[in-house]
T-cell receptor, first 114, second 108 residues
Framework: ETGVTQSPTHLIKTRGQQVTLRCSSQ?????VSWYQQALGQGPQFIFQ???????GRGNFPPRFSGLQFPNYSSELNVNALELDDSALYLC?????????????FGPGTRLTVL | AQRVTQPEKLLSVFKGAPVELKCNYS??????LFWYVQYSRQRLQLLLR??SRESIKGFTADLNKGETSFHLKKPFAQEEDSAMYYC??????????FGTGTRLTVIP
């Protein structure tokens, strides 16, 4: 059973703006990971949070930042939006940091940057 | 560098025919590999993982260290198998490197 939710479903922004995407993890899951999925590509790892601290980061610039809260919710913030930021953003929660833990994905937020 | 490669973007097979979705990996050490699936209008979900050596929905995947492959196989494809399939490799503490995916279409 997957209980990961994301909001909003869709979002349209213009270049240079800032955006905040939200994710609610499954209860009891201490780890949340964010991925960017461009059209025709597989999900690409942005960063991961474990117990409210960043625990790893992919090849994304600092204008991509995040937060994780004690209530199993998290945010992805993107500053100074660029056209190439247009993508589906996925969050995934898992129980802990064990590499074999199943990651449960949310439905995603589709961001369009004009 | 750790990565996975899925050489086929599209794969079409007839119902009842065998299906094999290819995945090759680059990893130093003993990899833990996954197959994730995304059915139409559904979210990405785990199909199976190497460490469990399980068969899910008739699919199996064997790790071949000599060929650095983790191909997904099913002897008889069903229409409901039509989906997007991603091979994935953990690159850190439970974050995943995904391949570009293969869209499988099972023709009735």
């Amino acid at each position: 059973e997957t209980g990961v939710t994301q909001s909003p479903t869709h979002l349209i922004k213009t270049r240079g703006q800032q955006v905040t995407l939200r994710c609610s993890s499954q209860s009891g899951h201490n780890t949340v990971s964010w991925y960017q999925q461009a059209l025709g590509q597989g999900p690409q790892f942005i960063f991961q949070y474990y117990r409210e601290e960043e625990n790893g980061r992919g090849n994304f610039p600092p204008r991509f930042s995040g937060l994780q809260f004690p209530n199993y919710s998290s945010e992805l913030n993107v500053n100074a939006l660029e056209l190439d930021d247009s993508a589906l953003y996925l969050c995934a929660s898992s129980r802990d940091l064990v590499s074999t833990d199943t990651q449960y994905f949310g439905p995603g937020t589709r961001l369009t940057v004009l | 560098a750790q990565r996975v490669t899925q050489p086929e973007k599209l794969l079409s097979v007839f119902k009842g025919a065998p299906v094999e979705l290819k995945c090759n990996y680059s990893y130093s050490g003993s990899p833990e590999l996954f197959w994730y699936v995304q059915y139409s209008r559904q979210r990405l979900q785990l199909l199976l993982r190497h460490i469990s050596r399980e068969s899910i929905k008739g699919f199996t995947a064997d790790l071949n260290k000599g060929e650095t492959s983790f191909h997904l196989k099913k002897p008889f494809a069903q229409e409901e198998d039509s989906a997007m399939y991603y091979c994935a490799l953990p690159t850190g503490a439970n974050n995943l490197f995904f391949g570009t995916g293969t869209r499988l279409t099972v023709i009735p």
